[in-house]
């Protein structure tokens, strides 16, 4: 019997275990407690815990390595030490790319592998997610207690849709949304466009102007069919989850001049969106707890975001965008992984961890002597990074 089991029962035997599927009232703070995922102590540079001990090739059907020299080409002038070495130290040698953003100015503190997330776009596979369960708040089609048939005998709420990324409740808001509404929000959001326009060599990515022929608005929904971003586009947008509704221009300043003159750039504020930021914020912050991102978590850091996993052009697409708040967001943290098929989101979720628990453990240690170099935003309180 349990071989006949469907990908989709297992998955919905797995939610069922994990929390009951009730409609419980969104957390105003998640503690997850037992739900936690198990302490592990961290493999070589390199290796994560799921390969710890044993490396998986990843050739064979996939035509892009997993292992590479992701820095080797950049050009690191001006960017944060710090930021850079904790990215650097957490991706090792896997073959993708990390991008850490000031939420508050967007101002772009490090790029790991610029390459890759200048100069191409990707699927964003569930990162789409969290815009798409903004838009069916905000079109009033659910409220965080709507509870959504994922299969012909469980149900499940936006907070745990998110939380394990369940296609079925995504492909069914993403129909009933249609692709029109869809569009709109994509646009609003910044898809489509260069998130600023001081980056040499940042592509605009793509944002489709008709439904994909497979699958139609649900699986645009879904996988983020027919959609192209770049790190830098997720990287705005959930900068405007964390810091509340407004879409910066990134900022991406090289010398000490530019470092020392920089100022925040408003693209657009989100207006309308007030209300329905928390509601997906507990979503982001429940996938962290117990969900698919859960190996980025610390039960010393409030860490927020969404994973996503896809295939295209004979690779694995790990996705994972996020934010860090502590009290209040101050980083942005996206990855990129491209290769075999050990490159998938929570792979990058947990990468994504490392670069969170480095930042924060340097913070704790004392402040170095003034350096415009290192310099975050513009408030002279927190002009550093440790």
């Known amino acids: 019997m349990l071989k006949r089991l469907t990908i989709a029962a297992v998955a919905t035997l797995l939610v069922l275990a994990t929390r009951t599927i009730s409609g419980a009232a969104p957390l105003t703070r998640l503690n997850p407690g ?207 989850f964390a810091n509340g509704g407004t879409l910066y221009e990134l900022q991406y300043p090289r010398t000490t001049d530019e470092i020392a003159q920089f100022e925040p750039k408003v693209r657009r504020r989100l207006d309308g969106f007030a209300d329905y930021f928390p509601q997906v914020r507990q979503g982001l912050a429940a996938a962290v707890a117990y969900g698919t991102a859960r190996y980025a978590y610390d039960p010393q850091l409030d860490i927020y975001g969404k994973t996503g996993t896809c295939s295209e052009n004979g690779a694995h697409l790990g996705w994972f965008m996020s934010f860090g708040e502590e009290p209040q967001p101050k980083y942005v943290v996206v990855v990129l992984l491209r290769g075999g098929r050990q490159m998938f989101g929570p792979h990058a979720a947990e990468i994504a961890g490392r670069v969170y628990r480095d930042l924060h453990q340097r913070e704790q240690m004392p402040a170095p002597a003034s350096n415009p170099a290192v310099a975050v935003g513009t408030p002279a309180a927190d002009a550093f990074i440790r």
Request: net charge positive.
């Open 34 to 240: 037992a739900s936690a995922p198990r302490s592990f102590h961290h493999p070589p540079r390199g290796v994560t815990a799921f390969h710890a001990g044993r490396r998986i090739k990843s050739k064979g059907s996939w035509r892009i390595d997993s292992h590479g020299d992701p820095a080797a080409l950049d050009n690191t002038v001006g960017e944060n030490p710090a930021a850079r070495e904790a990215a650097i130290d957490a991706l090792g040698d896997w073959n993708g790319s990390v991008v850490v953003v000031d939420p508050r100015t967007g101002r772009i503190l490090s790029i790991v592998n610029q390459k890759l997330a200048l100069e191409s776009a990707f699927t964003p596979c569930s990162t789409f997610k969290p815009v798409v369960a903004l838009a069916g708040l905000k079109e009033g089609l659910i409220t965080p207690e709507t509870r959504i048939w994922i299969s012909r005998h469980a149900r499940m709420n936006l907070t745990e849709a998110l939380a394990h990324s369940n296609n079925p409740y995504f492909a069914k808001l993403g129909k009933q949304l249609g692709f029109a509404r869809l569009a709109d929000y994509g646009r609003e959001f910044g898809l489509g466009e260069k998130t600023g326009d001081g980056i040499p060599g940042e592509v605009p990515g793509r944002f489709p102007t008709e439904a994909p022929r497979e699958g139609g608005a649900g699986f645009l929904a879904v996988y983020g069919r027919d959609i192209e971003v770049t790190p830098l586009q997720l990287a705005s947008i959930i900068s405007a």
